[in-house]
């Protein structure tokens, strides 16, 4: 498989194999449940099931399990805070990828060695009161030196909206989930 970082992104936190079949192979898969337990035959599955089908896929907050299963990569979200450097002894094949809300998340995802940053929120939804909007989100974008993705609130209606952002793609799950 290629090394790599795809543009697009989806947020899964269950195994739905319509779905994934359905879900263009451009779009690369984080596995993140909120409910903070690991349902491992879970993982396994999505593992086997994207291997087989030679897709991207990320697990959340997990380094050592998606070391173990020998995934595309670990996703590390804005809360997690710890200045390790998750690049040391990973493979050359493994990315590390985070998100961040501001300025200040940006540089610890910068100093935890990411090699890509999700920004969001870019729009407002259902989960956020809030959105950085497009000038705050470009604002932000330029202060880093590793590529941005948009998340938050993207859909069919504000989708064309991406290109007057400074970005390298965008991630979203109500819109790939809408779309399939």
Do not use: W
């Not at 870019?122 to 009161?129: D, E, H, S, T």
């Not at 959105?131 to 330029?142: A, D, H, T, V």
């Not at 993705?149 to 989930?177: E, V």
Request: hydrophobic content about 40%; glycine content about 4%; charged content about 30%.
């Amino acid at each position: 498989m290629h090394n790599y970082l795809p543009k697009y992104f989806t947020f899964i936190d269950k195994f739905n194999k319509e779905f994934l079949e359905k879900l263009s192979k451009k779009v690369a898969i984080i596995y993140r449940d909120n409910s903070n337990k690991i349902d491992l035959k879970i993982i396994q599955k999505l593992n086997f099931f994207c291997k087989t089908n030679k897709r991207k896929l990320f697990i959340a907050n997990n380094i050592k399990l998606a070391k173990i299963l020998d995934c595309d990569g670990v996703y590390i979200s804005a809360y997690n805070k710890k200045l390790l450097r998750y690049d040391i002894s990973r493979k050359k094949k493994f990315r590390v990828i985070g998100s961040a809300h501001s300025l200040d998340e940006i540089l610890i995802k910068e100093k935890q060695g990411v090699d890509l940053i999700f920004l969001s929120p870019l729009f407002y939804n259902k989960k956020n009161n809030r959105s950085l909007g497009i000038s705050k989100f470009n604002l932000l974008s330029y202060k880093s030196r590793i590529k941005i993705i948009a998340l938050g609130g993207i859909n069919n209606t504000n989708i064309k909206k991406l290109k007057m952002i400074k970005n390298s793609g965008f991630a979203a799950i109500s819109f790939f989930r809408n779309k399939t």
